[in-house]
């Protein structure tokens, strides 16, 4: 595994000269620097940034503006429009960018008094759109969290909620890359084959219940090649950082279609992802250890244990999920939070994850996504999606417009939010993934 000390970019005394950055709950202080793709114009190609407050580091420009200076690959690898070039390169390349960024935004840069380029480098987050941060070549998403998997298992399975393999397989499935989608867009109910619970035929038409999944993507970096498994040793070697999930889910086509080979249409008519990359170096400070297996479980398989992965391989994030219905909206009442969740309270590790999907030898490439699974927690209030609050649609909540919901409707405004925090260390969040669903005309 490779070696992710806190350093000097972690040092929570450090301030950025760009104001909005410093403010007490700001995602993007100077010690988070996430990276991202956006778009300047509406016919301007992709360039890639880093978000520091409300503002964003055009990397392009300040290459050209010569303030910050790397390596030719490195330099080469932030001129393209999207991440996956800098996601095949070392990861101490990567440290190097982290650590001339993270230079060029703390207060008493040299930049921190040059107004004139400062204006060239940087840009309003409101004044550009964001992107696909990379373009993803393979999606696949897991089950990982056992309390998700335990409260779904009981709906369908009452005398066995969790399948015998559960406790020493990683679950997932191949999700599909194309329908991959960066936040704000919308998100337009699919239709698909449904069979009512009595009737002895399905039918075609549009899902009636459709669902959202609380989920954390991880991004691969440097690949394997075919035929050649990546050790859990090394696997964190394999991630670049994450980004928020939105796995929007049709339960109704799913329950009709899942067996036997998983999931299918029910799930790749849109994934939304949030825009910014959050580095797993930015992520060291909310390492923890991976979440204590309870008595009688199995010790995971050699393949997929190890001393690092025990103590380090967590991560404590905070998980956030609201809705604002279009009546909430027009009446100007605030979001209702659904689900309140942490990422630390999963059964497999991101580590294990990536070396169990390529323990058979698969290759994974840069820019390929892992979905973690829905991240529910063991408290009812953890749950993060509405087949567990809601119990398979049998207990509505109740909005502050007093409207109740099952399951999604037309003009639902979904937000992901995630953030660390730590004693002693500044908090970093990983920006919003929105989503407002649309019915078909
Ligand atoms: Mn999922």
Redesign the pocket.
């Known amino acids: 595994m490779i070696d992710r000390p806190l350093d000097a970019t972690h040092d929570p005394d450090r301030r950025s000269w760009v104001a909005s950055a410093n403010l007490p709950g700001a995602d993007f202080p100077v010690q988070n620097l996430p990276l991202g793709a956006f778009r300047p114009g509406p016919d301007e190609p992709g360039r890639l940034g880093v978000a520091i407050g409300d503002q964003v580091l055009d990397l392009p420009a300040a290459l050209e503006a010569s303030c910050l200076r790397l390596p030719g690959e490195l330099s080469d690898a932030l001129m393209r429009p999207s991440l996956n070039a800098l996601m095949g390169l070392s990861a101490e390349r990567r440290r190097v960018l982290r650590r001339a960024v993270a230079e060029l935004l703390i207060a008493g840069s040299r930049l921190a008094r040059d107004q004139a380029t400062q204006a060239r480098v940087l840009r309003r987050a409101t004044d550009i759109k964001m992107l696909l941060p990379v373009e993803i070549g393979d999606y696949s998403?897991?089950?990982a969290s056992i309390h998700h998997a335990t409260r779904v298992g009981s709906m369908f399975r009452p005398e066995q909620p969790l399948l015998p393999n559960y406790k020493w397989v990683p679950i997932g499935y191949h999700g599909r890359a194309s329908s991959v989608v960066v936040s704000g867009a919308p998100v337009l109910r699919p239709q698909g084959q449904t069979r009512a619970g009595d009737a002895t035929a399905p039918s075609f038409g549009p899902t009636r219940q459709l669902d959202y999944?609380l989920?954390i993507g991880a991004w691969i970096a440097g690949g394997n090649p075919l035929g050649s498994p990546i050790p859990i040793t090394e696997a964190e070697d394999h991630l670049f950082g994450v980004s928020l999930l939105n796995?929007w889910?049709a339960r109704d086509l799913q329950s009709w279609e899942y067996q036997p080979l998983g999931?299918f249409l029910a799930?790749n008519f849109a994934t939304t992802v949030s825009p910014w990359v959050v580095t797993l170096e930015a992520l060291t400070p909310f390492r923890v250890a991976a979440a204590q297996r309870p008595d009688g479980d199995p010790a995971p398989l050699p393949y997929l244990d190890g001393v690092e992965n025990r103590d380090r391989g967590g991560i404590s994030l905070t998980l956030e999920v609201t809705l604002r219905s279009a009546a909430m909206l027009a009446r100007g009442l605030e979001p209702m939070r659904l689900s309140l969740s942490n990422f630390r309270h999963m059964y497999w590790t991101l580590a294990q994850l990536v070396t169990h999907h390529a323990s058979n030898g698969c290759n994974l490439r840069p820019g390929d996504l892992i979905?973690s699974?829905?991240v529910s927690g063991p408290e009812p209030t953890e749950a993060g999606c509405l087949l567990e609050l809601t119990w398979r649609g049998q207990r509505p909540l109740t909005l502050p417009s007093g409207e109740q919901r099952t399951f999604l409707e037309a003009g639902d405004q979904l937000t992901l939010r995630g953030w660390g925090e730590a004693p002693g260390r500044t908090r970093i969040g990983l920006g919003e993934c929105q989503g407002t669903v649309m019915d078909r005309r």
């Open positions: 998403d897991f089950y999944e989920e796995d889910s999931p799930k979905g699974g829905t």
